[in-house]
């Protein structure tokens, strides 16, 4: 894999990810998300897509997968992440608890590679909520 990043302005920069698809980030946080919070989305995005998977092979009847990243970062420089918590909330029609509940397990303790390298270093947690799909 490979990725570049260039400096645009001010605390703003632009990455290329090998296969050609861009993000911008913003140290400041005014026009972009802060490296710091890409990581976070990195670890849901990558979670969720276990999930989103592993659901839809048991034929589950999701309409909506959500997983909220909430990070705590060290009080001293480096402000590194301590604690990493995954909260995925599924949606849909006559989900099955114990299907969620394997999915997200398999996704943090097998598939995720975001979180499993991040857990290296950082203690991630994982949970999940069920939602009725409304019409």
């Known amino acids: ?12 920069f632009s990455a290329e990810s090998g296969s050609g698809h861009t993000v911008r980030m913003d140290g400041d946080k005014a026009t972009a998300a802060s490296p710091m919070e890409l990581v976070l989305m990195a670890a849901g995005g990558c979670s969720s897509v276990d999930v989103v998977s592993i659901l839809e092979k048991t034929r589950q009847q999701v309409t909506a997968v959500r997983c909220d990243v909430d990070g705590k970062r060290a009080d001293a420089t480096p402000a590194v992440f301590t604690d990493i918590h995954l909260h995925f909330v599924v ?3 006559d989900i ?18 975001v979180a499993k390298m991040l ?11 069920i939602e009725a799909a409304t019409e």
């Not at 894999?1 to 703003?12: I, R, S, T």
């Not at 099955?96 to 590679?113: D, F, I, N, P």
């Open 119 to 129: 857990e290296v270093a950082v203690n991630v947690t994982h949970s999940f909520s």
């Open 1 to 12: 894999m490979h990725a570049q990043v260039k400096w645009v302005q001010g605390m703003e």
């Open 96 to 113: 099955a608890e114990k299907h969620v509940e394997r999915a997200v397990q398999l996704s943090a303790e097998k598939y995720c590679s």
């Open 91 to 93: 949606t849909g029609t």
